[in-house]
Every structure is written in C-alpha cells, then in structure tokens.
C-alpha cells in the first residue's frame, strides 16, 4: 500500500517562502509522475503542478507559475514544492497525488490513486 506523508506548511506572511515536502513509501518510487493539489475552504480541490518520473517534464497551473517550483529526489523517494512570493489566495490544504492513470489528464484530481493527507499553508496579508 501506497503512502504518502507531506510537510513543510505553516503560516506565513505574504511575499513569504516555504518548502513543502512529500514522501512516499510502499512501492518503487521512480516509475510515475507525481502531483500537487490544493484545496482551499469552501472550494474544490484544484491542480497545483505535477512533474514526470525523472523530474525533466513539470506543469504548473497558471496561477502559481513563475512563483512555485516543483522538483523531486528519487534517492529520497520524495517530492517538492518549492513556493515563494506567497499570495493569500494561495491559502488552503495542500495534498500530494502519485499514480495517475495512463493516459489521464494530470490536471484532474481524478486521475490520481493515492493521496496524502495533507498540510495547511496559510498566508496572511
């Protein structure tokens, strides 16, 4: 069974930086492109970035690109995000997905067998 166990949330003022992290155990990781998502109040979970399995192919959703990065550590079995000029829009619980199915769109939350459970980034104005 898949596991994923992200990290790295908090609150942070606007303009901020911060680092999520995600780690996956209980299969070969090197195999699959991974994701990040976000799921902010009131609202339906939507894509953040993904990045292919040797880490060469990344996507971005418009509103994080040129401020977000997405990297991963095959030798660590985890993932990155790296998040900097924090907006308060970009307040919500941050997940990470793993295993999409081949041929879906790795836009849709729909895509992806396993989940973590997520990590909190608040950004305050």
């Known amino acids: 069974q898949v596991q994923l166990v992200e990290s790295g949330g908090g609150l942070v003022q606007a303009g901020d930086s911060l680092r999520l992290s995600c780690t996956a155990s209980?299969?070969?990781?090197?195999?699959?492109?991974m994701g990040w998502f976000r799921q902010a109040p009131g609202k339906e979970r939507e894509f953040v970035a993904a990045?292919?399995?040797?880490?060469?192919?990344?996507i971005y959703a418009d509103s994080v690109k040129g401020r977000f990065t997405i990297s991963r550590d095959n030798a660590k079995i985890t993932i990155y995000l790296e998040m900097n000029n924090l907006k308060p829009e970009d307040t919500a619980v941050y997940y990470c997905a793993d295993q999409p199915r081949s041929g879906s769109p790795l836009r849709s939350s729909s895509a992806y067998a396993y989940w973590g459970q997520g990590t909190q980034v608040t950004v305050s104005s």
């Open positions: 990045i292919s399995w040797n880490g060469v192919g990344t």
């Open positions: 209980g299969r070969t990781f090197s195999t699959y492109y």
